[in-house]
């Protein structure tokens, strides 16, 4: 029998989800600028590097449901899925290093060689760290609002990575002697903070995980590609995961498109864009341990509801209101604490879908539900991206225009603002049928510990 009111102490917490910041870094630096050094850095053409780059992320989501039974069957062996995480955290510095460092290689096919494979090993390390980070969040209690709050510690993290990401790196490339030194000055250090992270994570929550018991533990030994096909029988979980696909569909349009936006629509400086990306982050932490802090008072499943339609009302602001600033922040402050629920909360609520699956069926399938969630994270961010790219084509975006036709920009605001509104109310419609609130997981919960 389980204890599920056991909680945490705010240092394993903070301890847990330092993780998430090598997470943020390693992430968003890839995502913000891999495009941007290859073609002006490496000297690879934008059409190879964005091919390399989608290689790259179908790549990735492929390895997260191998990874998820990987780590399930190791745990049984070690008894943590700590370590797996930890050594990994090396090659995962070491292949950030590489990745954002410029060699002088004999050929141009070389080269795209080179960082075609690098960009495997770099997302391969990734997602050995990430995935049983993450599930090693859901396995330090099972009690209904620590998870929320243990959430909260982490997604502040995560933004705290972004912020770094998206506020330092140009301003640190451009301090040094040239942009080749700069670049090799952001590698060593997001290299050397990925590695850390992880290992203070680990180091944070040794011996922390709730013990299996002997069922459980024989159970998982079983654990094989067929509990991919078992996930999909359990009707919350699928729920869960249409969430994760249709909310990632959001954070593409809207990673992608938010440039777009800020450059064509609102006419925003390159100080102006930087100083509200910066500020978003900032809000996005403090939303993020608000939210956790709240959902463990009022309940995770109507914070859920209500942040998702707050996210689909700020997508499509950009869409009605006027091309002002204030007006787009006021749009962005909607957004942004969509996003951060989203982020904050899923991963919460599907350890408690998790949790009551375990109970149910006697087999702890933490890493395949996760790893697969996972996967539909990165299917839906790709294809929001896709449709931005296709949607600015299809209304006559020019690349090399400085100043877009009046059809271009409503096309831009379309995209963005219809796009993440269907979206969006998608996913808040979903949350309403997520049957969780706290009063029936402990009931459930206690009703299936009985038997």
Known sequence: MTNLNQKLSTGTKIGY???QLGSGLAYNLYYYYFIYFMTTIAGVNAAVAGTISLFAVIWDAVTDPLIGIFSDSLKIKTGTRRRLMMRASVPLGITVFLLFTSFNFATDGVKIFYYA????????????CDIPHITLGQELTEDYDEKSSIRGYSSAFLYAGELVVSGATMILVN?????LVGWRVVAII???FCFLSYFVAGACTKGKEIALSDEQAKAANTVSLRSFVDCFTNRTYVLLILVALFANCIVGIQASGNIFVQTYFYGLSDIQISVINMGKCFYMIICSLVIGEISSKVDKRKVMIFGFFAY???MFCIRILPATIPFYIFALCFSALGNATF????????ADVITI?????????????TSLLSMCNKFGCSFGMWAVGVGLTATGFVESAVVQSAGAISGIRSVYGVGGLI?????AFLAIKYPYSREVYNAKLAQLQKK
């Open 17 to 19: 989800g330092v993780g």
């Open 343 to 350: 982020w904050t909360l899923i991963y919460s609520v599907l």
């Open 423 to 427: 979206f969006g109310l998608i996913i």
């Open 117 to 128: 494979v690098l960009n495997i090993f770099f997302w391969l390390f990734f997602t050995m």
């Open 175 to 179: 301090r040094c002697s040239t942009e």
């Open 312 to 314: 689909a009302f700020g």
């Open 357 to 369: 699956d375990a109970a149910e069926h006697g087999t702890n399938r933490a890493g395949a539900m």
């Open 190 to 192: 997001t290299a050397l």
